[in-house]
């Protein structure tokens, strides 16, 4: 029996060993590596950040300042709200608004046109491009150093393969010779050269 009550005091101070060197080390490990959001728990890093946000000094992104937002609060108040002043000019009829204004009515509808665009920002999101099957056309950057941008007509008529005429453009040009009258000398400015 002696010898089942030593295995088992044994067992269990190696155990408390193991916790405690495990505990310690979860310790030093939080001390040496900085939290990222790899090694956090889920939600935590939301927490962080907003406790972060929270902390920060100064106004929160986005908001004016205060001269700012007391001269905008001024002018509505004096003369109105600016995109409420273009919604009753585009209620306007073109016949209406060009006697109004004393233009034509090519030139009153022209103005209304792009008051018209410029307001539906405000109810409809812009579309995508799309192509003439109706299929989204991704944004397509193209830049062209020297060479030719329109395609070389060959001999026969038609369009030439980009390497047939770069071929044919000489390469190795004669440098425009010098004139035999112009001195070489250190200082040319002392002679009649």
Same mark, same amino acid.
């Given at each position: 029996?002696?010898?089942?009550?030593?295995?088992?005091?044994?067992?269990?101070?190696?155990?408390?060993?193991?916790?405690?060197?495990?505990?310690?080390?979860?310790?030093?490990? @939080?001390? %040496? =590596?900085?939290?990222? #959001?790899?090694?956090?728990?889920?939600? &935590? /890093?939301?927490? *962080? !950040?907003?406790?972060?946000?929270?902390?920060?000094?100064?106004?929160?992104?986005?908001?004016?300042?205060?001269?700012?937002?007391?001269?905008?609060?001024?002018?509505?108040?004096?003369?109105? @709200?600016? %995109? =409420?002043?273009?919604? #009753?000019?585009?209620?306007?009829?073109? &016949? /209406?608004?060009? *006697? !109004?204004?004393?233009?034509?009515?090519?030139?009153?509808?022209?103005?209304?046109?792009?008051?018209?665009?410029?307001?539906?920002?405000?109810?409809?999101?812009?579309?995508?491009?799309?192509?003439?099957?109706?299929?989204?056309?991704?944004?397509?950057?193209?830049?062209?150093?020297?060479?030719?941008?329109?395609?070389?007509?060959?001999?026969?008529?038609?369009?030439?393969?980009?390497?047939?005429?770069?071929?044919?453009?000489?390469?190795?040009?004669?440098?425009?010779?010098?004139?035999?009258?112009?001195?070489?000398?250190?200082?040319?400015?002392?002679?009649?050269?």
């Amino acid at each position: 029996m002696a010898n089942s009550d030593g295995k088992g005091a044994v067992g269990r101070e190696i155990a408390a060993a193991a916790a405690a060197a495990a505990e310690n080390d979860a310790a030093q490990l @939080d001390m %040496l =590596m900085p939290p990222t #959001r790899s090694n956090l728990l889920p939600g &935590e /890093a939301q927490r *962080i !950040e907003a406790s972060i946000r929270k902390n920060r000094a100064g106004r929160p992104p986005g908001a004016r300042n205060i001269a700012t937002r007391q001269m905008v609060e001024f002018l509505r108040k004096t003369m109105g @709200d600016p %995109l =409420m002043q273009r919604w #009753r000019y585009a209620m306007f009829t073109p &016949e /209406a608004l060009s *006697i !109004e204004l004393g233009c034509t009515k090519l030139e009153a509808l022209t103005f209304l046109d792009k008051l018209w665009a410029d307001l539906s920002r405000y109810c409809y999101a812009q579309l995508a491009q799309v192509d003439g099957a109706g299929n989204a056309v991704a944004p397509r950057f193209t830049m062209v150093i020297g060479g030719q941008n329109a395609p070389q007509v060959g001999p026969n008529g038609q369009a030439q393969a980009p390497w047939l005429y770069l071929e044919e453009t000489p390469q190795n040009q004669a440098l425009i010779g010098q004139p035999a009258d112009v001195s070489h000398k250190d200082v040319s400015h002392d002679d009649e050269n």
